[in-house]
């Protein structure tokens, strides 16, 4: 009786919640939109950037800025679109067998977080 007790005592500490309120637990999602609008919550607009590339790492997101290719059709010359800032995450589904890789974009200007959007794609 002491060992279960003892073990209980040891493992509940790692059965709380993450009190982090800022936490994304992917496994809660199972669509873009849902995943979309907690963030919007989360991350309104107006936020820095810094501070949304933050939340994002705190919950496992991998986060680098992009920026699109963009073509100018009169001179046919190659230039760099607006930079956004795109996070990703992959989580285990289907008993291990395929995965589900998330990819989250903030477009932002001078003033902050301005659109997130946010889907997944299922891989092998």
């Not at 992917?26 to 907690?38: R, Y």
């Not at 920026?67 to 679109?81: A, C, E, I, N, R």
Request: hydrophobic residues 35%; aromatic residues 8%.
């Amino acid at each position: 009786m002491r060992v279960v007790a003892a073990a209980v005592v040891l493992l509940a500490p790692g059965c709380k919640k993450n009190p982090d309120p800022a936490y994304i637990d992917i496994a809660d999602f199972n669509s873009g939109k849902q995943l979309t609008d907690t963030l919007k919550r989360l991350i309104p607009v107006g936020t820095r950037v810094p501070l949304a590339w933050q939340t994002m790492q705190t919950s496992g997101f991998k986060c680098a800025e992009r920026s699109l290719t963009t073509v100018d059709t009169t001179t046919h010359k190659l230039g760099s679109g607006p930079p956004y800032l795109e996070c990703d995450i992959s989580s285990r589904i289907d008993y291990g067998m395929r995965r589900r890789v998330w990819t989250v974009e903030f477009h932002y200007d001078s003033a902050g977080v301005n659109d997130i959007l946010a889907g997944y794609q299922i891989q092998p």
